[in-house]
């Protein structure tokens, strides 16, 4: 019954995957919905938004003395709250063009 | 059978059926249950069973065995007793065995380069030789004497036992350690035992050999230190003992870090060859749909735009090599070959699925004969919702307004969330012009013009009517006077109207950018950048700043191309319609007024790409020229700010140059008087070297704009005694 209401697709989903995918190789800071926070070099990124991380340095390193010894990772998209990343490496006018498209035009979700 | 090998397995005391025992060891047997119950706590007492046989197994029939002999075939009571003779078959087979151990062994002489091979990943170049003996591992090429014993001694001895020859087999690897092995004897029976492996594994596999391959590697180091030594000090070896000693240790980590990497792939390699080629396609192909796209500007926009941005930045750069390198920043030499292959792969791949794609869409909702409902197949651009908002007024009313609308004929509000739509839709259609732009197709070769024509003036059908709609959502060509500010100012107050001005520009006909210019300079001082008081706070230098930057340079383009009376022609329309002491205040204002008189100045004197033009436009200008001295008379020294910085200066200095360049004598004379405590405050302050050399020549370097249009220089400025 709502499942006829909620068919709806996710035009922006492609657009973040999108715009990971030229952050390949910077450096960038994950925090996590459990308030871990994560600093290392964006090594891949998938459709879900998955995000391997190299060369990991735990932001806050008293409070996680496990993660001593980590030094590559893999975090599942559902857990970020935040992605922290270098400003020059955005393109923002560029940004802004990609956002208006993915509203007008969806990304073909309904072709899957 | 009274026999178990060896053991008399009569049962104490056991006739008829039932255990019996005299009075005497009764009464003993009591004592010790008792007294064991009285150590441990336990009641025996319940597990006297006395009298409770039941002679059940009286009745047993064994009776009426006559036939079983027919019944069963004659049963294995030819040879000795019931049992296999284990040691007599064996030592019928024994030359055979002998002869397939001896082939064996040649054949693993002969294959002892791969066999090797195959023992180097457990050995390691001979270091652990040592432990793999302690492991019990025998090495193939030692056990020259035979494995299977001796069998003459053994199969007497079976004989002897009845039986139980296959049992001592005297093995020259493990000798009497087996034998006593397997005895029962219990715990301190163990401990001998186990000793006597050792010092039987000690004694027979490991001693010779081992000391033998010691002594070979110390030797080989040896030589291969002495190398070292030969070529690190160019060819005369150093025999002192702590630089032997140096070496043999560095020999010893780099053998011991090989070692290290051999076994962490050694250990890989064991579970490789696991899948098939086809079974990794296969898995490959999976992932690789869900991220296909045919349209990779579509669906993958902001990657692609951003990587060919980087790309062309770098080339124009200068980067020497190959673009593509300089993408992947992690990339090895290894790597970037390897994924050149892997990409054309992959690339096919990608290809089949696509057509594969194209020919069966799935579907985002399943419906199976006889549910009752649909159900919604997942997927990442298909999520499942968190929340389920039932939306049926406003659903038909958004889907409705995606493609933008026209403008409404009637009286145009200019409340921001208007101006902004407009914006917005100008957007839009700037996206769609670049986008058609990207799918141009090409030029027709020869022969194919026909086709290929054919789908040029469809395209250039499509380009004209979103270039029209863009060009109508821009609100130009709005009539004056209706609504202050003018729809298109309004649009340029906006930074986001600015920033998408230059990508207007490159859309529009040459007739539609006059037209935007036209419109621009008769309403040029209501924009929000005009306004003097601007210059105080930050956000308004960053909006004078992106004006200058975006709306400024594309128009300079133009204006530079123009005719000698379209300039003619925007001037007058210029001073007419704004107030030039109130627009020269500010810079962009000064900026185009410096455009104008100068693009004039050089059609005027003939150096444009047009003839130079007649008396009666001359005329013109000069009137035009006059009238704006006029206006600006007196006003020239406010038109320097106050506390400015050095780069603020530059476009004033500019602006009067260009007057001067238009100026009679007297007008030169009055320039000068006006600005004449602007240029002696600069040349004095670059002369007393307060400040640093680059700033004193660049304040020279303002001031002599102006001068040299006059035909004087800074250093003819005698500075007055104070």
């Known amino acids: 019954m709502g499942t006829l209401d909620s068919i709806r697709s996710n035009p922006e989903a492609v657009l973040f995957y999108s715009f990971f995918k030229t952050l390949v190789g910077q450096p960038v800071t994950v925090e996590l919905k459990n308030d871990l926070a994560i600093t290392g070099v964006l090594v891949s990124v998938d459709q879900f938004l998955n995000i391997k991380l190299d060369n990991i340095k735990v932001v806050d390193e008293e409070r996680y003395p496990h993660m001593l010894a980590v030094k590559n990772c893999f975090i599942r998209g559902s857990v970020v709250r935040y992605v922290q990343l270098p400003a020059p490496s955005v393109d923002t006018a560029l940004l802004q063009d990609a956002a208006r498209r993915e509203r007008q035009q969806p990304a073909t979700g309904a072709r899957k | ?722």
């Open chain 2, 1 to 722: 059978m009274s026999d178990f090998f060896g053991f008399n397995t009569v049962m104490p005391g056991r006739q008829g059926g039932r255990i019996a025992l005299n009075l005497e060891e009764q009464q003993e047997l009591d004592r010790q249950v008792q007294k064991y119950a009285l150590e441990t706590g336990e009641d025996f007492e319940i597990y006297d069973y006395g009298e409770t046989y039941d002679n059940l197994a009286d009745d047993l029939e064994e009776t009426r065995d006559d036939l079983n002999d027919e019944t069963f075939g004659g049963a294995g009571g030819a040879d000795e007793g019931t049992d296999f003779d284990f040691a007599k078959n064996t030592h019928q087979v024994a030359p055979a065995l002998k002869k397939e151990e001896e082939l064996y062994i040649k054949q693993s002489d002969h294959s002892g380069v791969r066999r090797s091979s195959f023992a180097s990943l457990w050995e390691n170049d001979g270091n652990n030789q040592q432990e793999s003996f302690m492991k019990g591992l025998p090495e193939p090429s030692h056990a020259a004497s035979s494995i299977w014993g001796s069998f003459g001694n053994t199969t007497a001895k079976g004989m002897d036992l009845g039986g139980n020859g296959g049992f001592a087999v005297h093995d020259p690897v493990f000798g009497q350690g087996t034998f006593a092995l397997s005895r029962p004897a219990g715990f301190g029976g163990n401990q001998p035992s186990l000793e006597e492996i050792e010092a039987q594994l000690s004694r027979t596999a490991g001693a010779q050999p081992h000391l033998q391959m010691q002594q070979e590697r110390k030797m080989m180091s040896l030589e291969e230190v002495e190398a070292a030594l030969m070529n690190i000090n160019g060819g005369r070896p150093i025999y002192s003992e702590a630089m032997i000693a140096e070496q043999q240790a560095k020999q010893d980590r780099l053998e011991q870090r090989r070692a290290e990497r051999q076994a962490k792939q050694a250990d890989i390699a064991k579970h490789n060859g696991l899948m098939t080629q086809s079974d990794k396609d296969f898995i490959n192909r999976i992932q690789i749909s869900q991220l296909v796209t045919d349209d990779p500007y579509a669906d993958d926009f902001y990657c692609q735009v951003y990587t060919a941005l980087r790309n062309r930045h770098l080339q124009q750069m200068g980067i020497p090599g190959n673009i593509m390198d300089a993408e992947g920043n992690q990339g090895d030499s290894r790597r970037r070959g390897g994924n050149g292959r892997t990409e054309q792969r992959m690339q096919q791949q990608v290809q089949r699925i696509v057509s594969d794609a194209k020919r069966n869409p799935k579907r985002t909702n399943v419906t199976v004969e006889g549910a009752l409902g649909k159900i919604a197949v997942n997927s990442v651009l298909n999520p499942r919702q968190l929340l389920q908002v039932s939306k049926r007024g406003s659903y038909t009313e958004s889907s409705g307004s995606n493609s933008p609308k026209p403008p409404s004929p009637g009286p145009v509000s200019t409340k921001s969330h208007t101006v902004l739509g407009w914006i917005e839709n100008v957007y839009t259609y700037v996206l769609a012009l670049e986008q058609k732009r990207r799918q141009q197709p090409p030029p027709p070769r020869m022969g194919e013009e026909e086709i290929a024509g054919e789908a040029i003036r469809r395209w250039n059908e499509e380009y004209g009517v979103l270039a029209r709609k863009m060009w109508n959502e821009l609100r130009i060509t709005v009539p004056i006077g209706i609504v202050h500010p003018h729809p298109f100012i309004s649009i340029l107050n906006y930074s986001k109207g600015k920033k998408v001005i230059p990508r207007v520009l490159r859309h529009l006909l040459p007739e539609q950018t006059l037209t935007l210019l036209t419109m621009l300079v008769a309403n040029f001082e209501s924009l929000n950048v005009c306004k003097s008081e601007v210059y105080a706070d930050v956000q308004g230098n960053q909006e004078i700043e992106l004006f200058m930057n975006t709306i400024v340079p594309p128009l300079l383009g133009f204006v530079s191309e123009a005719p000698f009376r379209i300039v003619v022609g925007l001037l007058a329309l210029f001073i007419e319609r704004n107030n030039m002491i109130w627009v020269a205040r500010s810079k962009p204002g000064l900026a185009f007024l410096t455009l104008f008189l100068s693009r004039a100045e050089i059609l005027k004197q003939g150096q444009g790409n047009y003839p130079i033009p007649e008396d009666r436009e001359v005329n013109q200008w000069n009137e035009l020229y006059h009238r704006l001295f006029n206006q600006l008379q007196t006003h020239f020294s406010a038109l320097f700010m106050p506390k400015a910085t050095m780069a603020e200066d530059v476009h004033v200095w500019r602006f009067l140059a260009a007057m001067a360049v238009g100026a009679t004598v007297d007008q030169q004379h009055v320039l000068v008087t006006e600005v004449r405590e602007q240029v002696l405050e600069n040349v004095i302050a670059a002369q007393t070297t307060r400040m640093s050399p680059e700033k004193a020549a660049q304040r020279i370097g303002n001031v002599n704009l102006f001068l040299h249009a006059l035909g004087l220089d800074a250093s003819q400025v005698s500075v007055p005694s104070m």
